[in-house]
C-alpha cells in the first residue's frame, strides 16, 4: 500500500544529512509525502556532492505538482549558487507559460 510504502520510505531517508545517497533521493522521487520537497531543497542548499544535488534538481524539475513548484520558487529566492540558479529560474519560467 503506497501509505505504508511512504513511511518506510522516510523512515529510512529523513533526516536528510545523516542518510544523503543516490538511493535515497530516488526513494524520495517515488513518494507522495511532502516532506520530500523539503528534503530535496535541503539537498540543493546545503553542503552535499554536486551528483546529488543534480539528482535532486532533476527530482524537482521532472515533478509537475503544485508543491514543487513553489519549492522551486522558494529557492529561486534563497539559492545563490553559479549553476542551479539559472536553470531553477528556466525551469520556473518554463512552468509559468505552459
Do not use: W
Not at 63 to 82: C, F, G, K, V
Amino acid at each position: 500500500h503506497p501509505i505504508i510504502r511512504d513511511l518506510f520510505v522516510l523512515k529510512h531517508c529523513l533526516p536528510i544529512e545523516e542518510k544523503l545517497d543516490s538511493y535515497t533521493i530516488e526513494s524520495l522521487t517515488r513518494i507522495s509525502d511532502p516532506r520530500k520537497y523539503d528534503a530535496f531543497a535541503t539537498i540543493l542548499s546545503g553542503d552535499f556532492m554536486l551528483n546529488y544535488k543534480l539528482q535532486a534538481f532533476a527530482a524537482l524539475e521532472t515533478d509537475s505538482s503544485e508543491q514543487a513548484l513553489r519549492t522551486l520558487l522558494i529557492l529561486a529566492e534563497t539559492l545563490n549558487h553559479d549553476f542551479f540558479s539559472e536553470r531553477i529560474k528556466e525551469s520556473i519560467d518554463r512552468r509559468m507559460k505552459q
